[in-house]
């Protein structure tokens, strides 16, 4: 199984965009609301993808995006 687990602050992935990450950025995916999810949660995912990241992810987002 592939470490979905992603730091925040990681160089961005060619899947990441404003409103999905691949992986899960969270810092602690356990206490997500979105924890195991399936299609939505990255851990319950067949595409890896997190498609309700944290509310701070577009910001951080386009600062990783102006940084690459």
Known sequence: M????VDFNAPLNEL???IQ???CRQNNPDICGSN???GICA????D???KKPSRSWK??????????
């Open 59 to 68: 910001k951080q987002y386009n600062t990783l995006k102006e940084n690459s």
């Open 2 to 5: 592939k470490n979905l687990q």
């Open 21 to 23: 990450t691949y992986g």
């Open 36 to 38: 195991g999810l399936e």
């Open 43 to 46: 851990f319950a995912s067949s």
């Open 16 to 18: 990441d965009s404003e």
């Open 48 to 50: 890896c993808l997190c």
